[in-house]
Structures are given as C-alpha cells and as structure tokens.
Nanobody, 127 residues
Framework: QVQLVESGGGLVQAGGSLRLSCAAS????????MGWFRQTPEKERELVAAISKSGSSTYYTNSVKGRFTISRDNAKNTVYLQMNSLKPEDTAVYYCAARDLGIFPPELAPTNGYNYWGQGIQVTVSS
C-alpha cells in the first residue's frame, strides 16, 4: 500500500513553468513505476508521463515531449514533473499514480496498470 500526495500546482501564464511533486508514503517507493496523469471535464484522463522504478525508462505523451520532464528521487520517496513552456491546453487536474509493476514490459504499457492514486492538483495556464 502506498499513499500519494501531490503539490506544486497553481496558476501560471502561458510560456511559464511549474514543477509538480508527488510524495509517497511507505518504504517501498523504489519498487513502483510512477506516472503523472491529467484530466479535464471535456477529456478522458490521459497519461502525461511515466517513469520506471529505477528511473532508467521514461514515457511521454506526444503533446508534452520536449516540454515536460519526469524524474524521481527514491531516497526522498518523491516523483517530479517539471513543466516548461506551458500552454493553456495543459490546464487540467494532474494526478500522481503508482503501479506495482515497476518496469515497462511490452505486455503492460506505461499507460496501464496503476494501483494507487493521489487526490489530484489543479494546474491552470492562462493565455
């Protein structure tokens, strides 16, 4: 079992930056793959970025490639999402998630299999 708490959201102008953090409870954080998802009232929840348990593998949805960076610090039980060059279409509630399978094999894509979720945090990008 792991509990996740997001922080770092807020309001920013287009072109600006934010860094989201997700702090995890428990001593087994380093076994989990981690993901950042986002959702708006108009769209289904989508995976924004994911990182394997060691940090050696990462995944990004196409719309954020080159702008967002996911990273983790297993000593601090924390995963980060650095968001640069933000656009109004990045406005959403962002969720941190963890999955028991800490790697990304072909049979379980980075988009699937998450067991634990944070409560979500609002990110608003004004134009």
């Amino acid at each position: 079992q792991v509990q996740l708490v997001e922080s770092g959201g807020g309001l920013v102008q287009a072109g600006g930056s934010l860094r989201l953090s997700c702090a995890a409870s428990g001593r087994t954080f380093s076994r989990y793959a981690m993901g950042w998802f986002r959702q708006t009232p108009e769209k289904e929840r989508e995976l924004v970025a994911a990182i394997s348990k060691s940090g050696s593998s990462t995944y990004y949805t196409n719309s954020v490639k080159g702008r967002f960076t996911i990273s983790r610090d297993n000593a601090k039980n924390t995963v980060y999402l650095q968001m640069n060059s933000l656009k109004p279409e990045d406005t959403a509630v962002y969720y941190c998630a963890a999955r028991d399978l800490g790697i990304f094999p072909p049979e379980l894509a980075p988009t699937n299999g998450y067991n634990y979720w944070g409560q979500g945090i609002q990110v608003t990008v004004s134009s």
